[in-house]
């Protein structure tokens, strides 16, 4: 799998309508609904090459949905996020599809699975892994510091292979 994965898809290779369908199917299993609206949202995501701010969202959402309000999309984003489906980057203040989020159901760790960004600071992608030795070394510190992590999100901010190549 290539380290920037594209526009939020795994590897860049399954299509945004069949990862749509997947995520659709995953709610329902689960006993929630990807309505026609998160999944537009959900699109808008998947479908950016970088990482997507909320008013970025509405605005194309407007495209579609003229009277869509701020509120319309952070619904969306929340139900989005409690499905597993998209992460918030709080470096960039953005959303990205989550690249594997049926493979980390399947390992355990749930909607909330701890995982690392990688952000490019020169042209804005961004990776999503889903390293255990990097959460476990995390979760070690915070035992050690007395703390309880409840959740646990790594942020690291360099260069992409492409950039470090050019720069």
Known sequence: ???????????????????????????????????????????????APHPIGAYALLDQLRAERPGAAPPTVYRALDFLRQQGLVHRVERLNAFVGCTGAEAHHACGHGHDHPHQFLICSVCGATAEVCDSRVSEAVASAARAAGFRPVRMTVEVEGRCAACAEVT
């Open 1 to 47: 799998m290539p380290l920037m994965a594209e526009a939020g898809i795994m590897a860049g290779t399954q299509s945004v309508e069949a990862t749509l369908d997947e995520a659709a199917a995953a709610c329902a299993a689960r006993g929630a609904q990807l309505t026609d609206l998160r999944r537009q949202v959900l699109r808008l995501i998947l479908a």
